[in-house]
Protein backbone atom coordinates (compact mmCIF):
# COMPACT_ATOMS: atom_id res chain seq x y z
CA UNK A 1 0.00 0.00 0.00
CA UNK A 2 0.97 3.40 -0.71
CA UNK A 3 2.36 5.80 2.32
CA UNK A 4 0.73 8.98 2.76
CA UNK A 5 4.43 10.78 1.69
CA UNK A 6 4.82 8.93 -1.50
CA UNK A 7 1.29 10.04 -2.43
CA UNK A 8 1.66 13.61 -1.34
CA UNK A 9 5.20 13.66 -3.96
CA UNK A 10 2.99 12.43 -6.93
CA UNK A 11 0.89 14.91 -6.15
CA UNK A 12 3.30 17.57 -6.21
CA UNK A 13 4.85 16.35 -9.14
CA UNK A 14 1.85 16.47 -11.05
CA UNK A 15 1.11 20.42 -10.12
CA UNK A 16 2.15 21.07 -14.00
CA UNK A 17 -0.23 19.18 -15.14
CA UNK A 18 -1.93 21.53 -17.67
CA UNK A 19 -5.57 19.46 -16.36
CA UNK A 20 -4.48 20.08 -12.86
CA UNK A 21 -3.55 24.17 -14.03
CA UNK A 22 -7.21 24.16 -15.21
CA UNK A 23 -8.78 23.21 -11.93
CA UNK A 24 -6.45 25.12 -9.86
CA UNK A 25 -7.52 28.52 -11.71
CA UNK A 26 -10.93 27.23 -11.56
CA UNK A 27 -10.73 26.97 -7.91
CA UNK A 28 -9.08 30.12 -7.04
CA UNK A 29 -11.07 32.25 -9.10
CA UNK A 30 -14.51 30.91 -8.23
CA UNK A 31 -13.14 31.19 -4.34
CA UNK A 32 -11.93 34.99 -5.13
CA UNK A 33 -15.40 35.51 -6.64
CA UNK A 34 -17.49 34.13 -3.89
CA UNK A 35 -15.17 36.09 -1.18
CA UNK A 36 -15.53 39.36 -3.20
CA UNK A 37 -18.96 39.04 -3.63
CA UNK A 38 -19.74 38.58 0.46
CA UNK A 39 -17.28 41.26 1.14
CA UNK A 40 -18.55 43.95 -1.12
CA UNK A 41 -22.09 42.65 -0.04
CA UNK A 42 -20.82 43.07 3.72
CA UNK A 43 -19.76 46.37 3.12
CA UNK A 44 -22.81 47.61 1.36
CA UNK A 45 -24.75 46.27 4.26
CA UNK A 46 -22.64 47.90 7.33
CA UNK A 47 -22.82 51.26 4.95
CA UNK A 48 -26.71 50.99 5.56
CA UNK A 49 -26.58 50.15 9.18
CA UNK A 50 -23.96 52.91 10.15
CA UNK A 51 -25.59 55.71 8.11
CA UNK A 52 -29.17 54.84 9.73
CA UNK A 53 -28.18 53.87 13.57
CA UNK A 54 -24.48 55.53 13.76
CA UNK A 55 -24.59 58.50 11.75
CA UNK A 56 -26.92 61.07 13.97
CA UNK A 57 -23.83 60.26 16.71
CA UNK A 58 -20.50 61.50 14.60
CA UNK A 59 -19.71 64.97 13.38
CA UNK A 60 -19.65 63.91 10.13
CA UNK A 61 -20.36 61.32 7.01
CA UNK A 62 -18.10 58.82 8.43
CA UNK A 63 -20.11 56.06 7.01
CA UNK A 64 -18.46 54.86 4.41
CA UNK A 65 -15.04 55.03 5.91
CA UNK A 66 -16.03 52.96 9.02
CA UNK A 67 -18.14 50.41 7.05
CA UNK A 68 -15.17 49.97 4.98
CA UNK A 69 -12.87 49.54 7.99
CA UNK A 70 -15.51 47.05 9.80
CA UNK A 71 -15.83 45.12 6.36
CA UNK A 72 -12.26 44.53 6.09
CA UNK A 73 -11.54 43.53 9.93
CA UNK A 74 -14.89 41.35 9.34
CA UNK A 75 -13.27 39.83 6.19
CA UNK A 76 -10.61 38.77 7.17
CA UNK A 77 -11.76 36.87 10.74
CA UNK A 78 -14.19 35.55 8.01
CA UNK A 79 -11.81 34.44 5.74
CA UNK A 80 -9.57 32.58 8.27
CA UNK A 81 -12.65 30.72 9.61
CA UNK A 82 -14.50 30.19 6.38
CA UNK A 83 -11.87 29.54 3.29
CA UNK A 84 -11.60 26.24 4.15
CA UNK A 85 -15.40 25.62 3.65
CA UNK A 86 -15.51 27.72 0.48
CA UNK A 87 -12.66 25.85 -0.81
CA UNK A 88 -14.03 22.63 -0.20
CA UNK A 89 -17.57 23.39 -1.40
CA UNK A 90 -15.32 24.74 -4.81
CA UNK A 91 -13.22 21.81 -5.48
CA UNK A 92 -16.21 19.68 -4.82
CA UNK A 93 -17.33 20.86 -8.50
CA UNK A 94 -14.13 20.42 -9.64
CA UNK A 95 -12.72 17.40 -7.84
CA UNK A 96 -13.42 14.92 -10.88
CA UNK A 97 -11.33 17.17 -13.21
CA UNK A 98 -8.38 16.39 -10.45
CA UNK A 99 -9.14 12.53 -10.03
CA UNK A 100 -9.34 12.06 -14.00
CA UNK A 101 -6.09 13.86 -14.51
CA UNK A 102 -4.53 11.83 -11.61
CA UNK A 103 -6.07 8.34 -13.15
CA UNK A 104 -5.24 8.95 -16.34
CA UNK A 105 -0.97 9.76 -15.76
CA UNK A 106 -1.16 6.50 -13.10
CA UNK A 107 -3.84 4.57 -12.91
CA UNK A 108 -5.77 4.52 -17.04
CA UNK A 109 -7.38 1.04 -16.63
CA UNK A 110 -9.13 2.12 -13.52
CA UNK A 111 -10.20 5.34 -15.25
CA UNK A 112 -11.60 3.60 -17.71
CA UNK A 113 -14.09 1.94 -15.75
CA UNK A 114 -14.83 4.85 -13.35
CA UNK A 115 -18.53 6.22 -13.48
CA UNK A 116 -19.05 9.89 -13.97
CA UNK A 117 -21.19 10.96 -11.17
CA UNK A 118 -24.38 12.68 -12.53
CA UNK A 119 -24.74 16.87 -11.76
CA UNK A 120 -27.13 16.33 -9.25
CA UNK A 121 -25.13 13.40 -7.47
CA UNK A 122 -22.01 15.67 -7.21
CA UNK A 123 -24.41 18.60 -5.88
CA UNK A 124 -25.68 16.57 -3.20
CA UNK A 125 -22.27 15.55 -2.23
CA UNK A 126 -20.84 18.43 -1.77
CA UNK A 127 -23.79 20.11 -0.27
CA UNK A 128 -23.69 17.28 2.22
CA UNK A 129 -20.01 17.93 2.62
CA UNK A 130 -20.89 21.67 2.79
CA UNK A 131 -23.47 21.23 5.85
CA UNK A 132 -21.69 18.59 7.82
CA UNK A 133 -18.44 21.00 7.62
CA UNK A 134 -20.98 23.80 9.06
CA UNK A 135 -22.55 21.86 11.69
CA UNK A 136 -18.92 20.19 13.04
CA UNK A 137 -17.47 23.86 12.98
CA UNK A 138 -20.22 25.41 15.04
CA UNK A 139 -20.71 22.75 17.40
CA UNK A 140 -16.83 23.33 18.05
CA UNK A 141 -17.00 26.92 18.46
CA UNK A 142 -18.20 26.45 22.30
CA UNK A 143 -15.19 24.67 22.87
CA UNK A 144 -13.32 26.68 20.77
CA UNK A 145 -14.40 29.74 22.68
CA UNK A 146 -13.75 28.19 26.08
CA UNK A 147 -10.03 27.42 24.72
CA UNK A 148 -9.72 30.89 23.25
CA UNK A 149 -7.51 32.28 26.26
CA UNK A 150 -4.72 29.60 26.07
CA UNK A 151 -4.09 30.99 22.07
CA UNK A 152 -3.81 27.74 20.96
CA UNK A 153 -6.38 25.76 21.73
CA UNK A 154 -8.99 27.65 19.65
CA UNK A 155 -7.21 26.72 16.11
CA UNK A 156 -6.21 23.28 17.66
CA UNK A 157 -10.21 22.25 18.49
CA UNK A 158 -10.87 23.93 14.44
CA UNK A 159 -7.92 21.97 13.01
CA UNK A 160 -9.16 18.56 15.00
CA UNK A 161 -12.76 19.29 13.41
CA UNK A 162 -11.37 19.68 9.91
CA UNK A 163 -8.74 16.97 9.88
CA UNK A 164 -11.98 14.46 9.88
CA UNK A 165 -14.03 16.21 7.89
CA UNK A 166 -11.70 16.79 4.92
CA UNK A 167 -10.08 13.76 5.12
CA UNK A 168 -13.15 11.71 4.47
CA UNK A 169 -14.48 14.35 1.77
CA UNK A 170 -11.34 13.76 0.07
CA UNK A 171 -11.66 10.28 -0.08
CA UNK A 172 -15.12 9.73 -1.15
CA UNK A 173 -14.28 12.17 -3.94
CA UNK A 174 -12.38 9.74 -5.22
CA UNK A 175 -13.84 6.32 -4.35
CA UNK A 176 -17.44 7.37 -4.93
CA UNK A 177 -16.52 7.01 -8.92
CA UNK A 178 -15.70 3.48 -8.25
CA UNK A 179 -17.62 2.24 -5.33
CA UNK A 180 -19.46 -0.97 -6.50
CA UNK A 181 -21.95 -1.38 -3.87
CA UNK A 182 -23.02 1.22 -0.89
CA UNK A 183 -22.23 -0.78 1.47
CA UNK A 184 -18.71 -1.27 0.94
CA UNK A 185 -16.08 -0.43 4.01
CA UNK A 186 -14.21 2.73 2.89
CA UNK A 187 -10.96 1.72 1.46
CA UNK A 188 -8.25 4.91 2.94
CA UNK A 189 -8.06 3.84 7.12
CA UNK A 190 -9.58 6.05 9.90
CA UNK A 191 -5.85 7.11 10.53
CA UNK A 192 -4.54 7.78 7.10
CA UNK A 193 -7.43 9.65 7.08
CA UNK A 194 -7.30 11.70 9.64
CA UNK A 195 -2.96 12.28 8.79
CA UNK A 196 -4.30 13.70 5.07
CA UNK A 197 -7.13 15.82 6.55
CA UNK A 198 -4.78 17.26 9.08
CA UNK A 199 -2.19 18.13 6.62
CA UNK A 200 -4.54 19.63 3.95
CA UNK A 201 -6.27 21.55 7.13
CA UNK A 202 -3.01 23.31 8.18
CA UNK A 203 -2.53 23.89 4.53
CA UNK A 204 -5.70 25.54 4.38
CA UNK A 205 -4.37 28.15 7.05
CA UNK A 206 -1.06 29.63 4.87
CA UNK A 207 -1.87 32.21 2.83
CA UNK A 208 -1.27 30.98 -0.73
CA UNK A 209 -0.45 27.21 -0.04
CA UNK A 210 -4.28 27.75 0.74
CA UNK A 211 -4.77 27.81 -2.72
CA UNK A 212 -3.09 24.62 -3.46
CA UNK A 213 -4.23 22.09 -0.34
CA UNK A 214 -7.52 21.56 -1.73
CA UNK A 215 -6.09 20.64 -5.64
CA UNK A 216 -3.17 18.83 -3.64
CA UNK A 217 -5.48 17.04 -1.13
CA UNK A 218 -7.78 15.24 -3.79
CA UNK A 219 -4.89 14.49 -6.19
CA UNK A 220 -3.24 12.46 -2.85
CA UNK A 221 -6.47 10.85 -1.80
CA UNK A 222 -6.66 9.06 -5.45
CA UNK A 223 -3.27 7.72 -4.88
CA UNK A 224 -3.83 6.61 -1.84
CA UNK A 225 -7.48 5.22 -2.75
CA UNK A 226 -6.32 3.37 -6.15
CA UNK A 227 -3.37 1.86 -3.98
CA UNK A 228 -5.32 0.49 -1.14
CA UNK A 229 -8.26 -0.84 -3.82
CA UNK A 230 -5.33 -2.54 -5.74
CA UNK A 231 -3.88 -4.35 -2.74
CA UNK A 232 -7.49 -5.33 -1.77
CA UNK A 233 -7.64 -7.54 -5.42
CA UNK A 234 -4.38 -9.80 -4.87
Known sequence: ?????????????QLG??????????????????????GAALWWGL??????????????????????????????VAGWLLFRLVALAVLQF????????????????EAASARALPFAESLGHSAGATLRAVIANAAALPVA???????IGAPLVFWLVNSVLLGRELQDMVWLRHRRDKSDAPPVG???RFVLGGLVAAMLAVPFVNFLAPVLGAAAATHLVHRRMQSETF
Open 94 to 109: FAEDVVRAVEKRHYPG
Open 17 to 38: DPAILRVLAKTVLVTLAIFLGA
Open 145 to 151: ALLAPTA
Open 47 to 76: DAAIERWILALLPGDYSGGLAGILALALAI
Open 1 to 13: MMSLPRALALSFG
Open 190 to 192: AAT
